[in-house]
């Protein structure tokens, strides 16, 4: 169970004392046992609960007795106030609802008051120190135009002997991934054929571990082109690197990588005459992880060891996270006891965050190879959805706005389940504008601040709480006290699915009270007390957009 912090209870600071007081223990400690109650469509529930069984954990009566009993009897010694009004039991927790206006106004004036950093400011972060995190993502080939899989995977390759086969310079400078992509294409088809050209790649791949002049400036080329194609496709993703430093940027710390580790003893070298590292410690053939051909180069694991290594000098990293796909589960976990076994201790510091492959994703024109297919794609079917729905507003910028209503489609798709799941893709599921989509999100937030832009902001100097206390103004200020508690625990899982399911149980919950509480044709109290709300919705809403990687969009 999430934690509560105090700063949301400061509503009910009488009741925390007195919990205190009655259980003798001290405020700070009680923090972990208390959270805000998940909504319920089915029937009106408490704010808050506090968990017993959570509280014995820390209590040295071995003795544990019944915890339904416990509860019953706790709940017997608390009294209701001007704060609380009213306390129950639940399986195993002590209920608490709080006085109606005063939930109303204080979560309402938290949202308002802390903007962007909602969620944020609570005591759950506010107690974790500050730390530095260095995050290794996305990883696509250089030369290789981005395949859908790099919104989920990483591949390596070399494009040097099929350049020198096929490749053309004006081309190259025409359209450079374009035409690296047809030469990748058909030297593999080549290599598949005739060993002299897989001899002669890995040779190129040689003189350029080498350090060969003429290999490092073809590549070069190749990566300039590359990472200024990239750059134009992470804009348009909204994603933001702080540096681009690929694994062949590592070539030559790769072998003092292997000088250490034989420097070490750590390097074995096999009949075959490759070099590997023992992981077991006792010359279990099965747990090896080879770190050098029998040639003198270097293998993926020996650059991610060199790269790690390189990134600890650095940035002096509390953290590094590597986000692939969960095919190099295994190459991880050798890399990271690889270096444990070199005496790193940061090394437990490092993590491998798997996930999923995207399945069924193709486009009109069939099997979808490159991820700029699909946000083209994506585009242009989001505009054509648009351009059909009758309630569609008159843009500025249709194409910009397709394409931020696409990009949320295809985020929340890909972010709703387990990051480890392999799911099946469907067009016409993630279109949808009702239901639990990213076109849903950016709908409801589009039609909230279109409620702000028809009343203007008049309405919100002041509000009158005791106007908001229909059930749907309820469960939505229920639902807007467990944000932070949703945002602490996909910073701990590093799981994104809290945050969606989050935000789309607040988008239904929008749309029930927009079309119940209407502000057109509403006493000026009651109207101010709404936009209020709304306000806040939207604000919730935007916020947890953002933090997934979504640009809200304001008209749609």
């Known amino acids: 169970m999430a934690s509560r912090p105090i700063t949301s209870w400061q509503i009910d600071g009488e009741a925390m004392e007195t919990l205190s007081r009655v259980l003798d223990l001290p405020p700070e400690n009680l923090i972990k046992s208390i959270s805000a109650v998940p909504i319920s469509r089915k029937e009106e529930v408490a704010d808050f609960q506090l968990s017993v069984d959570s509280l014995l954990e820390n209590n040295n009566d071995h003795s544990r007795p019944d915890i339904q009993i416990q509860a ?104 450079p991934l374009q035409h690296l992509f047809e030469v990748y294409v058909q030297v593999n088809k080549e290599a598949a054929d005739d060993k002299n050209v897989a001899k002669s790649a890995h040779e190129f791949f040689q003189r350029l571990e080498l350090g060969d002049m003429q290999a490092l400036a073809l590549w070069q080329k190749f990566r300039d082109l590359s990472i200024d194609e990239y750059m134009r496709i992470y804009q348009r993703l909204g994603v933001h690197f702080d540096e681009y430093s690929g694994e062949s940027f590592y070539r030559e710390k790769s072998q003092e990588v292997l000088k250490l580790l034989d420097s070490k003893g750590l390097l074995q070298k096999t009949l075959k005459g490759t070099a590997v590292v023992d992981l077991s410690g006792n010359g279990d053939p099965s747990s090896v992880c080879t770190v050098m051909r029998s040639d003198g180069t270097s293998l993926y694991a020996t650059r991610d060891l060199a790269a790690a290594i390189d990134r600890m000098e650095k940035y002096n990293f509390d953290k590094m996270i590597y986000v692939t796909d969960k095919g190099q589960k295994k190459h991880f976990q050798q890399v990271f006891q690889i270096l444990q076994i070199m005496g790193y201790d ?165 749309a029930v009270a927009h079309r119940t509480l209407h502000v057109r044709n509403s ?34």
């Open 72 to 175: 019953m009897r706790l709940a017997e010694k608390l009294k209701c106030d001007t704060v609380v009004s009213e306390i129950s039991t639940g399986q195993g927790t002590v209920n608490f609802k709080i006085n109606r206006e005063l939930l109303t106004k204080t979560v309402l004036q938290q949202v308002i008051e802390d903007g962007s950093k909602y969620g944020l400011k609570s005591e759950l972060f506010s107690g974790l120190p500050k730390k530095r995190i260095v995050v290794e993502f996305s990883s696509p080939n250089v030369a290789k135009k981005f395949h859908v899989g790099h919104l989920r995977s990483t591949i390596i390759g070399l494009l040097g002997t099929g350049f020198q086969l096929f490749g053309y310079e004006e081309k190259l400078q025409s359209s």
């Open 346 to 510: 940061w090394a437990e510091r490092c993590q491998h965050v798997p996930f999923g492959v995207v399945q069924g994703m193709k486009t009109r024109r069939g099997d979808v190879t490159f991820l700029e297919d699909v946000l083209n794609e994506i585009r242009l079917r989001m505009l054509q959805n648009m351009a059909s729905i009758k309630t569609t507003k008159e843009l500025e910028n249709p194409e910009e706005t397709a394409e931020q209503v696409g990009l949320a489609a295809l985020i929340i798709q890909d972010f709703r389940g387990f990051l480890l799941s392999d799911y099946q893709f469907s067009w016409d599921r993630v279109f949808q504008s009702r239901g639990d989509t990213g076109v849903f999100l950016q709908y409801t937030h589009a039609r909230l601040h279109s409620l702000e832009e028809t009343f203007g902001c008049g309405y919100l100097n002041d509000f009158n709480t005791a106007c908001l206390q229909e059930p749907q103004s309820v469960s939505i200020l229920q639902h807007l006290l467990r944000f932070d508690e949703v945002l602490y625990r996909s910073s701990q899982d590093l799981q994104p699915r809290h945050i969606v399911s989050y935000l789309l149980t607040l988008s239904h919950l929008a």
């Open 523 to 556: 006493p000026p109290e009651v109207a101010g007390a709404r936009l209020h709300l709304f306000r806040a919705v939207r604000s919730v809403l935007a916020n947890g957009m953002k933090l997934l990687g979504i640009t809200p969009v304001c008209r749609m």
